[in-house]
């Protein structure tokens, strides 16, 4: 359905799944600290210069408009009067074009007072996104059913990223499905998948999470083409603490059904050296293998 001329819609990406939401807008100017903390770092960039220019031209503008509101700028000349602009605004002032008269004096005062806030916000802002946590989780981009204990299982292998331990880590696996009520409504049903082990008091290698396909679970008795036929999207959540920086951080990660393979384990990515000490290669986290009941891969904690 198109949208009304009058109404707003956002549209959001978690991995290659995209959706949008009528009603509400991406930007709104009513919340600047969220926009200015969501944009990517080249659009946060774009923005400042845009902003900056455009008070500069609008203060330009201002000693324009009267004659010798400012000694030294030609009559009519807009060139020098948006240099002169630009100096004030960035507290600067060369000392051969000042105010000429009061009404120079009350533009130039209302421009310092803008440079001083404008430098203030600039400043804090780009400490907030230099200071806002990331994680650096290593995670397979395939997710496998193979067996475990004698039961299919699905999981998902995450390596620690960081060269010191991650702590206190909290993992959430969910199954987003098209399902059919029994009125013949057509709906999507987010499921919570229960995992073996869902929180590790510390990530040193690699983890890999696990959920038995037991005849509780919402995706029991599929395989690839029944995830296809339900559309079917994997979330995982991640939560953790990186005693480094003493802060929380996040993961969000969306699988498809074609990034499940069935029948498959992961390959061995953990290997113990000469010395004794163990080694986890994250180039091999992905790595995937045909299913052997003898061999067990799944390459670091359960």
């Avoid at 083409?225 to 920086?245: C, G, T, Y």
Wanted: charged share 15%; with cysteine; proline share 6%.
């Amino acid at each position: 359905m198109p949208l009304h001329p009058r109404q707003k819609a956002a549209r959001y990406q978690v991995g290659g799944y995209a959706f949008t939401t009528k009603g509400i807008s991406r930007f709104d100017l009513r919340d600047p600290y969220h926009i200015a903390v969501t944009l990517t770092w080249p659009q946060f960039l774009l923005t400042l210069l845009g902003v900056y220019l455009a008070v500069n031209l609008l203060f330009a503008a201002l000693y324009t408009l009267v004659p010798g509101s400012v000694v030294n700028v030609r009559p009519g000349n807009f060139a020098e009067a948006f240099f002169f602009s630009f100096e004030t605004l960035a507290t600067v002032g060369y000392g051969e074009m000042y105010p000429g008269n009061l009404y120079g004096h009350i533009v130039a005062c209302a421009e310092i007072t803008s440079g001083v806030a404008f430098t203030a916000i600039l400043t804090g802002l780009t400490f907030v996104r230099f200071s806002r946590p990331k994680s650096k989780f290593v995670i397979a981009n395939k997710m496998v059913v193979a067996r475990y204990n004698g039961t299919p299982t699905l999981m998902l292998r995450i390596g620690n990223g960081r060269p010191g331990l991650i702590a206190d880590v909290h993992a959430q696996l969910n199954v987003l499905l098209s399902e059919t009520s029994l009125e013949g409504i057509m709906f999507r049903h987010s499921h919570t998948l229960k995992l073996i082990r869902s929180q590790l008091p510390i990530l040193p290698l690699a983890w890999t999470v696990m959920h038995p396909i037991d005849e509780t679970s919402p995706i029991y008795g599929m395989d690839s083409a029944k995830l296809v036929q339900s559309d079917a999207r994997l979330f995982l959540s991640l939560e953790a603490r990186d005693p480094s920086i003493a802060a929380l951080v996040y993961e969000l990660r969306n699988f498809q059904p074609q990034d499940v393979a069935f029948g498959m384990r992961y390959a061995d990515a953990v290997v113990a050296e000469e010395d004794g000490s163990t080694v986890m290669d994250l180039d091999l986290i992905s790595g995937i293998e045909p299913d052997d009941p003898k061999h067990h891969g799944a390459g670091g904690l359960v």
